[in-house]
């Protein structure tokens, strides 16, 4: 594979280019939210997307309107054999919760029936909806629609299915877990997630490495389950592209992007230089 150097300018973005022998895959680290102000893109990202082909991204969204995936989405949120919330999280954790999630003027207990990943999502949602931030605005939706109009193909790198498994499968207490760190982070929401956009905009992968350690860096199992086994899923997919003969636009989740274990190490550990853009 042919590395190529890194821009000259010293100006760089959350976009990475590998080189094959007839081709160039372009992956986009994204923030699955943004606001409308936060537009328009880096011309950079444009010209990566007016290259390809073809769009990858963690799911092909034209899947999450479906019947049967949203069936399958709610069974997966609610908690089975009559169990609540506080069931799983225990009196002295569903305590700390409940007190953490009013003051970001949430009532816990409308979660009860579902499981503490899906309450995790949920209020974090709510938070930034109420701060502007709108999934149709992501860089998802907004690659996603412009594929369809501009007739480029749209695929996933994983289904809807091995998305909803991912927390379905993950140990309640490890869930339990999950929920207490997303609500004590929620306090500071408003400040990161400004500064999330700010990194995101000029690359700044020291910054969302320092994210990853802060939410996942007291739970590995968490950081194996939410990024690193599907990091590990995705590599030879992304390498199996540098085989074809058109571009690729790949987009997925920054976090994927940066740090050990991340799709950009495993790519060096293969033998595959990244240029970052």
């Excluded at 594979?1 to 094959?20: F, I, K, P, Q």
């Excluded at 993950?170 to 982070?185: R, V």
Aim: hydrophobic share 40%; charged share 20%.
């Amino acid at each position: 594979m042919l590395c190529v150097s890194v821009r000259a300018d010293g100006s760089l973005h959350s976009l990475w280019e590998l080189h094959g022998k007839h081709n160039t895959v372009y992956l986009l680290g994204s923030i699955h939210v943004l606001r409308p102000a936060d537009y328009p893109l880096a011309p950079v990202v444009l010209e990566a997307y007016a290259n390809s082909k073809a769009l990858l991204m963690e799911v092909n969204l034209e899947e999450m309107s479906s019947e049967q995936v949203q069936g399958e989405m709610l069974a997966s949120a609610t908690l089975s054999d009559g169990k609540t919330l506080t069931d799983v999280l225990g009196a002295t954790r569903y305590g700390r919760a409940a007190t953490l999630a009013r003051e970001v003027g949430v009532e816990l207990s409308l979660f009860d029936q579902f499981a503490p990943w899906f309450a995790a999502e949920a209020i974090s949602q709510l938070q930034l909806s109420q701060l502007g931030f709108r999934p149709e605005s992501g860089v998802e939706m907004y690659f996603m629609d412009k594929a369809q109009k501009d007739g480029k193909s749209v695929a996933g790198l994983e289904t809807v299915h091995d998305q909803i498994s991912l927390f379905q499968n993950m140990p309640l207490d490890t869930q339990a877990d999950y929920l207490l760190t997303s609500l004590e982070q929620a306090h500071d929401l408003p400040k990161d997630v400004d500064s999330m956009v700010r990194a995101w905009q000029r690359g700044d992968t020291p910054w969302f490495e320092t994210q990853m350690k802060s939410e996942f860096g007291r739970d590995s199992r968490l950081y194996q389950s939410v990024l690193g086994a599907r990091n590990r899923k995705w590599v030879p997919k992304i390498e199996a592209l540098l085989n074809d003969d058109k571009n690729y636009l790949v987009i997925v989740g920054t976090g994927h992007l940066v740090g050990q274990g991340s799709v950009i190490d495993l790519l060096k550990k293969d033998g595959i230089s990244a240029a970052q853009r």
